[in-house]
């Protein structure tokens, strides 16, 4: 560390005098430590411009609140599959278990993980590899991805909420997450003590997941009886059916399972039109694995307009949510707070940038439901988000977005490989460009 110029007296005294001698930071200091820096950055032209009026909506009823849990993937992929639900049922009302999905990703995530690190084990990975040491660290974490999601949903269905409702644990997972952390970290270590019995390990820490689980989430249902009153007032009764049948029955129509995640990876290295993976991450053994078509921002764009305007129904998708979000009012434009201003800084990193020098990654995931297209039939101005925080803020729990704030934070969205040109649909054929488990395109959403 010799060769780090210490800060000194003398040149934290000129930083001073520096600050001193300009009045303005004056000004910025008082507003700032009595308004707090997003009161005093808040673009007000900007915030006006962002009207709440769009040409086509796709009306998906309240929205819905994941509470204290980084379950936003579940949540807004299930808030896509319940427009479809209700759509089938001719109903108004209705929401999927989102702790039914939760209870088997987190059991499925117990198995991938010790399988993951037997397998490491096995071939002799040093403990403190960065590789081993990522993965120890970012187990058991609520975040996901699109195709995680559709492998719960494939093997086990889905139910409505009020048959699996949500738990103490399911609304706030940090002391459940923290208790199944411990129990894969201490089988990590006893199958590096003792690698004779990994097999045994594995096994016991399986069954221990699933008995803690079960103790959190509660015991969810191998079938159900379902019926329901539709729009006009008809009662309905099916009768007994498993979580399966009723994904299959009511949302199995729209083909979400076989959707494409597109991503808009910017850095120059990764081409347009090839697909790229990440290597260890996944959630279910043996499920599809978790890769994406690198596209143009403008496709991503022209897609989800397509299937807005088009066939009326939300698309899911994963954008790095708090830069330039004003969360109360529910609103997000890359110019809605001018900190540079008030720190008199220029922040002029693009894209790019921001990803390969860790500013910038997708951390959470929402829904588009609509979309205000000019009178040119393909230029876009903003777009309706459906949101899983509940109704307390923004548009009762709806958000807008500046069309500028899609093309610099939006990250990735789900859509049916149909709308693919054909040299896309020839790129999934092909194998992936594997990236490392810590590479930013890996990032899931929480």
């Known amino acids: 560390m010799t060769d780090i110029t210490a800060l000194s007296a003398d040149r934290l005294e000129a930083l001073r005098q520096d600050f001193d001698a300009n009045q303005s930071n004056h000004m910025a200091m008082n507003a700032v430590t009595a308004a707090g820096i997003d009161k005093v950055a808040h673009n007000y032209d900007r915030a006006r411009q962002l009207q709440r009026r769009f040409s086509t909506v796709v009306d998906n009823g309240e929205a819905t609140h994941q509470d204290r849990s980084g379950r936003c993937w579940l949540f807004s992929s299930l808030n896509v599959a319940r427009f479809v639900a209700k759509r089938a049922m001719n109903i108004k009302d209705f929401e999927f278990s989102q702790n039914y999905a939760m209870y088997y990703d987190k059991l499925e995530r117990v198995n991938y993980f010790m399988q993951d690190m037997a397998a490491l084990v096995r071939a002799g990975e040093p403990v403190d590899s960065r590789l081993f040491q990522h993965l120890l660290h970012d187990v058991m974490g609520d975040g996901g991805q699109w195709t995680m999601a559709m492998n719960i ?174 969360r109360a009012s529910g609103e997000w434009a890359t110019d809605l707070f001018e900190y540079g201003k008030v720190y008199g800084v220029d922040f002029d990193m693009d894209k790019e940038q921001r990803v390969r020098f860790a500013d910038s990654a997708m951390n959470h995931a929402m829904a588009f439901v609509g979309v205000d297209v000019e009178d040119d039939g393909h230029t876009t101005d903003r777009w309706r988000v459906e949101n899983s925080w509940g109704t307390n803020i923004a548009d009762k729990g709806y958000f807008t977005m500046g069309d500028d704030w899609f093309d610099q934070y939006v990250f990735e969205v789900a859509v049916p490989k149909a709308m693919l040109p054909e040299e896309y649909r020839e790129a999934l054929d092909e194998p992936a460009t594997m990236l490392p488990a810590w590479d930013p395109m890996g990032a899931l959403a929480d």
């Open 153 to 326: 949903y494939r093997k086990y269905g889905a139910v409505p909420k009020d048959l699996y409702p949500e738990t103490e644990s399911s609304k706030n997972t940090g002391e459940m997450n923290t208790q199944l952390r411990r129990l894969l970290h201490t089988a990590v270590a006893h199958m590096e003590a003792e690698p004779e019995r990994i097999d045994r390990i594995v096994a016991d820490t399986v069954e221990a997941g699933h008995r803690m689980l079960t103790i959190h989430l509660g015991e969810p249902p191998k079938s159900f009886h379902w019926e329901w009153t539709d729009a006009e007032g008809e009662f309905h009764r099916v009768g007994e059916i498993t979580p399966v049948e009723f994904w299959n029955r009511y949302v199995g129509d729209a083909d979400l399972e076989s959707y494409v995640c597109l991503v808009d990876d910017p850095r120059r290295e990764h081409a347009k039109g090839t697909k790229i993976g990440i290597e260890h991450l996944g959630n279910v053994a043996g499920g599809t694995p978790t890769e994406y078509l690198n596209v143009p921002i403008e496709f991503m764009k022209d897609c989800v307009r397509r299937i807005l305007v088009q066939q009326g129904i939300p698309v899911w998708f994963g954008a790095d949510c708090h830069p330039m979000m004003d």
